[in-house]
């Protein structure tokens, strides 16, 4: 039988406030996730439950604590990723040290118009973040939520105010399956602006509407469709070429090589949202296959654990994530059992 052990934590009735959740939910979650029984006497919080258990909600707590103090507002995201932090698999395969969450908040990259600090939430967007500090191109992948397109936003923006680059260069395939806009109304702005609102949406609210305006009409920031980077050359730009999943071969060729001195990329996209025909491969995939290796490229992967929508799309991502892996497991089975069975008619 293991042994029962019992922790106490002080804390303040502001920390309680903030890391409790409405109705005690985010001390409840705590509690079933590791299997221990937390009490709250006059400030204090007891934690009883096997020694393994109460340690890591003890840890888990003091963390969300940390977190609340440096002024976050703890939400169920945070405590779900805390929780799976503690896991015993992932703190082995990742060697983590224990205030994790705390060091990952240190990592401020701007802030808002409004002033709200952006940063990473999860390792996976930690090390997105360092890749494109230190690379000179970066493909994000991974599932809705995870903060690939955004991140690279506040990147870009952040360089651009530093005087790093000398402009920002946002692009997209805009597609309806090969970018066949003509039945949109008004020009061709108007027609594209659709596909490529949510690069705006992430300007106005980093860097201010008014400031927007007056830096895209001098053309310092172009957002514009994939097609219009055919025959440049992308000098001293920080370019982000979004939904990456939608693009051909070629497309991504051409995007490629149209890279030149002083400028850094993001290319971001989720290989299983691909708007392509069945029959046309995604330049996605194929970079990812010719690219690894080179020196100078990161591909940074994004999972599930690092959605930071609400936390229903993390559970849905995942949801999907397993039933793809166990719909290529059955095709792969199907297609070893046809094999089996044209060797055996050929004998």
Do not use: W
Request: aromatic share 6%.
């Amino acid at each position: 039988m293991s042994e029962i052990t019992e922790l106490s934590l002080a804390l303040t009735a502001e920390d309680e406030r903030n890391i409790f959740g409405g109705n005690d939910s985010y001390i409840r979650k705590i509690e079933k996730s590791l299997h221990v029984e937390i009490i709250d006497r006059n400030g204090e919080l007891h934690i009883i439950g096997d020694k393994d258990g109460a340690i890591k909600a003890s840890g888990i707590i003091r963390e969300l604590v940390q977190l609340s103090r440096r002024g976050n507002n703890i939400e169920e995201q945070s405590v779900d990723y805390a929780i799976s932090l503690k896991e015993d698999k992932v703190r082995e395969k990742e060697n983590l040290n224990e205030n994790v969450l705390v060091d990952i908040d240190r990592d401020v990259i701007c802030h808002t118009i409004s002033g709200k600090p952006i940063k990473p939430k999860t390792l996976g967007q930690k090390r997105y973040i360092d890749a494109i500090r230190n690379k000179m191109i970066v493909f994000g992948l991974g599932p809705a939520g995870t903060g690939k397109t955004y991140l690279a936003m506040a990147m870009a923006i952040t360089a651009f105010q530093r005087e790093e680059v000398s402009r920002i260069i946002l692009t997209r395939p805009a597609i309806e399956a090969g970018e066949k806009l003509g039945f949109l109304p008004g020009d061709l702005q108007s027609k594209v602006d659709p596909y490529l609102r949510p690069l705006y949406d992430a300007l106005y609210q980093i860097m201010g509407t008014e400031n927007f305006i007056k830096n895209m009409e001098k053309g310092l920031i172009e957002v514009a469709p994939l097609a219009y980077m055919r025959g440049r050359t992308l000098d001293n730009a920080f370019i982000i070429l979004d939904e990456a999943q939608n693009t051909t071969p070629a497309q991504m060729k051409m995007f490629l090589t149209r890279i030149g001195f002083g400028s850094k990329v993001i290319i971001t996209g989720d290989a299983t949202q691909k708007d392509l025909a069945p029959d046309v491969k995604s330049g996605l995939d194929v970079a990812s296959n010719v690219l690894k290796g080179i020196d100078d490229i990161a591909f940074c992967t994004l999972t599930s654990s690092d959605v930071v929508r609400h936390p229903l799309v993390q559970k849905i991502v995942k949801a999907y994530e397993d039933y793809e892996k166990k719909d290529l497991n059955r095709q792969k089975k199907k297609s070893i059992q046809k094999l089996e069975r044209r060797t055996r008619d050929g004998k």
